[in-house]
């Protein structure tokens, strides 16, 4: 048995530095993922939505726009900007009839580079959607509950 201990250590031995070497490549040997720069405004051109009381809104309903203010790497950071018809209903409260608002945002671009997910704060909505193009991007908007809404934009930058 002692004639194994020698060899069975050294290949212990050897096997932890091939993983500590994969490891150590892996983390520190990657160049980063490009992301798509996303910092500006972003234009709505295309909108549907549906909100708790079932009113329909489109495009034609009000100007929209998502201005991404910061990007550092896949962290965003920005404010979205929404207006619908006067008179349209009560907002996602339930309380107060509201035509046009903005959301402050921050989000996180997937590990694809291509799909985004922002969430509203102090609100509890949220949109996800992906990159078409270098300048064109469509989000879903979604707010659960008894007030619920849903929307979904195509947006592009001017």
């Known amino acids: 048995m002692g004639q194994w201990k020698l060899p ?3 290949a212990i031995a050897a096997l932890m530095m091939g993983c500590a070497t994969f490891v150590a490549f892996a983390i520190d040997g990657k160049p980063p ?41 896949p962290v965003l950071e920005g404010v979205f900007f929404w207006q ?7 907002d996602h409260d339930g309380r107060s009839e509201v035509s046009k608002s903005k959301e402050p945002v921050i989000g996180m671009i997937g590990w694809d580079g291509a799909s985004i997910t922002l969430v509203e704060h102090p ?3 949220t949109m ?8 064109t991007m469509e989000l879903v908007h979604f707010e ?15």
């Open 8 to 10: 069975i250590q050294a």
């Open 33 to 73: 993922q490009h992301y798509p720069e996303l910092v500006g405004q972003w234009v709505v051109i295309k909108k549907d939505a549906v909100y708790w009381h079932r009113d329909i809104q489109s495009q034609e309903n009000g100007p929209s726009h998502l201005r991404i203010d910061e990007q550092t790497g």
């Open 84 to 90: 619908v018809s006067p008179g349209s209903g009560r």
């Open 123 to 125: 609100d509890t909505g």
């Open 128 to 135: 996800q959607g992906r990159m078409i193009n270098s300048d």
């Open 144 to 158: 659960a509950g008894p007030y619920a809404t849903i929307s979904r934009y195509l947006l592009v930058r001017p």
